[in-house]
């Protein structure tokens, strides 16, 4: 079974830091690339930071770049979301996403999604 289960996140004032984590089973993690997405209230789903399968190569939205920092461990099959300098507007809830990097999803490759975590920005 599939299962991708994020942790970390919670209520942080502003300038803060906050880790998430996302452990992921049921499927084989090092052939998958790693994404993290927010949802904030009233907004579509947005990508915040992505990791490849391997070689370490990473991919920012522009309004978290130099303060977030994804990473992973391939051996714990778990990816990481180091957040600091925390605003406001990065309240959301965080989603992990997992995608085939191998098989692209119109021809069958696979991807799952957590099942998010909230983080609240305030004072």
């Known amino acids: 079974q599939v299962q991708l289960v994020e942790s970390g996140g919670g209520l942080v004032q502003p300038g803060g830091s906050l880790r998430l984590s996302c452990v992921a089973s049921g499927f084989t993690f090092s052939r998958h690339h790693m994404s993290w997405y927010r949802q904030a209230p009233r907004k579509e789903r947005e990508l915040v930071a992505g990791?490849?399968?391997?070689?370490?190569?990473?991919n920012y939205a522009d309004s978290v770049k130099g303060r977030f920092t994804v990473s992973r461990d391939n051996a714990k099959n778990t990816v990481y979301l180091q957040m600091n300098s925390l605003k406001p507007e990065d309240t959301a809830v965080y989603y992990c996403?997992?995608?085939?990097?191998?098989?692209?999803?119109?021809?069958?490759?696979?991807?799952?999604w957590g099942q998010g975590t909230q983080v609240t920005v305030s004072s």
């Open positions: 996403k997992a995608t085939d990097a191998y098989v692209p999803a119109v021809r069958g490759g696979n991807s799952y």
């Open positions: 990791t490849s399968n391997i070689g370490g190569r990473t």
